[in-house]
């Protein structure tokens, strides 16, 4: 019996080694095409905006993002909807939980905000996110951004330059546009990060592998850091 379960136990850590690595494999290169992208790049600009620059409507926005992508996590969960999402070249968390513990997480790599520019900031209305959630399900992405039924009829975007410095043992600079989402009551219900501004790769597998990837990152993270 013994043995049995030891052969079980053998095959269950196999398979999940396995898993961990296929995903860990068709993660690299959404990530390299996002991280060598230089289309839409841009470089640092002299100087960033300040907060107290950004209209009232986008001012709370900037500033919780600041404050997560500078290592101090989500200081009010309140500014979150229940089921919010992020999602990067590498992975995507789903409700608040994940999305708290992914930039609690963060602070390992011992982010700085090295500059930031507000792109834009504009409603959306609730056609206009039907047809863009009707594009994503048609490539069979399972990441349809905001979910447009049952929110409020109207859907802002706030766009975000971000230029950011990590050190995880070697120090080194990422150039991310950022789309936050919020509805009409306010709460964040979708950032998406685009490294170097490069669009998200939908075509399966790589929505499946990211959202993976994200469910193995919580995993881990809520029981190391």
């Not at 404050?67 to 608040?96: C, H, I, Q, T």
């Not at 905000?113 to 992405?141: F, I, M």
Request: a positive charge; charged letters at 25%.
């Amino acid at each position: 019996v013994m043995a049995k379960k030891k052969v079980i136990l053998g095959a269950t850590a196999a398979a999940v080694f396995a898993a961990v690595g296929h995903a860990a494999a068709l993660s690299v290169v959404p990530m390299v095409v996002a991280m060598t992208s230089r289309k839409d790049r841009r470089e640092i600009p002299e100087r960033s905006q300040s907060v107290e620059s950004v209209g009232e409507r986008s001012r709370p926005v900037v500033q919780a993002i600041l404050e997560m992508y500078g290592g101090l996590g989500v200081k009010n969960p309140s500014f979150l909807a229940e089921s919010v999402v992020f999602e990067d070249p590498a992975a995507r968390v789903e409700g608040r939980p994940e999305f708290i513990e992914a930039f609690r997480a963060l602070k390992v790599m011992k982010p700085t905000n090295v500059a930031w520019e507000l792109v834009k900031a504009k409603p959306e209305t609730e056609s206009e996110c039907q047809a863009r959630t009707a594009t994503k399900e048609a490539v069979g992405s399972s990441s349809a951004s905001v979910a447009c039924h049952g929110e409020p009829s109207v859907i802002t975007t706030t766009e975000i330059d971000l230029w950011q410095k990590y050190k995880f043992g070697l120090e080194f600079q990422i150039y991310s546009r950022l789309a936050v989402s919020q509805n009409e009551a306010g709460p964040i219900v979708r950032v998406e990060e685009r490294w170097n501004n490069a669009t998200l790769i939908e075509s399966w597998p790589f929505p499946s592998v990211r959202r993976w990837n994200g469910k193995l990152s919580y995993f881990l993270t809520s029981r190391l850091i």
